[in-house]
């Protein structure tokens, strides 16, 4: 095969999982406005919590208090203080899971989406080397048969690949409601394909 035939399939493949950068600049927008609203949610739920451990951590200091008075019995002290010690451990995991989910949620798929958009200006670079590097990423089980170039893309890059292939049979038909719409199930997509796999 000639070197340039190649090339061409080359772009040919990475075309599909390449955004433009009107959808791609919509998505990471949208990403970013709903990563603000859920972490403005999320300081109220975690203002809530450390409220709640505070409380919990009173009462188990009234609790040894009381005990150390003789008010209560030792083991009436010894199951209050082993309730408390496991809604004081329950609310510490909240907050935990919060600070987790915070630093992992959003920003695997904004950098992704903008990976996506890259790939147009690579197209348009012409380097070979590193469309090939590209290509190897977000690619496997690449197989030349009868002078053509085939890939098995990788998740998220299928979903892509997936609607950039329904947005070339109904371009003629879409309106700008059913653009927005279709951009929107894409942005569902993919928020989801990171929500589910959030240590890629």
Not at 4 to 26: G, H, P, S, Y
Not at 160 to 179: D, L
Request: hydrophobic share 40%; with cysteine; charged share 35%.
């Amino acid at each position: 095969m000639r070197e340039e035939t190649i090339a061409e399939q080359v772009d040919r493949e990475i075309t599909k999982v390449a955004l433009e950068a009107a959808l791609a600049d919509w998505m990471v927008s949208e990403l970013e406005n709903t990563r603000e609203e859920t972490a403005r949610a999320e300081q109220a739920a975690i203002e809530k919590t450390k409220e709640e451990l505070a409380q919990c951590e009173k009462k188990i200091d009234i609790l040894l208090d009381m005990r150390l008075s003789e008010q209560i019995g030792e083991q009436e002290y010894v199951s209050k203080k082993h309730d408390l010690l496991n809604r004081k451990a329950e609310l510490k995991g909240k907050l935990e899971a919060f600070a987790d989910n915070r630093r992992n949620r959003f920003e695997p798929a904004i950098a992704f989406v903008k990976e996506a958009k890259d790939a147009t200006i690579l197209l348009a670079e012409g380097n070979p080397e590193k469309k090939r590097d590209f290509l190897k990423k977000i690619g496997s089980n690449f197989q030349l048969a009868e002078k053509r170039l085939s890939v098995e893309f990788k998740n998220p890059w299928k979903i892509v690949a997936e609607f950039n292939s329904a947005q070339v049979q109904h371009t003629a038909a879409c309106g700008e409601n059913r653009k927005i719409s279709s951009w929107r199930c894409l942005l569902t997509d993919v928020r989801t394909f990171f929500d589910e796999n959030q240590a890629i």
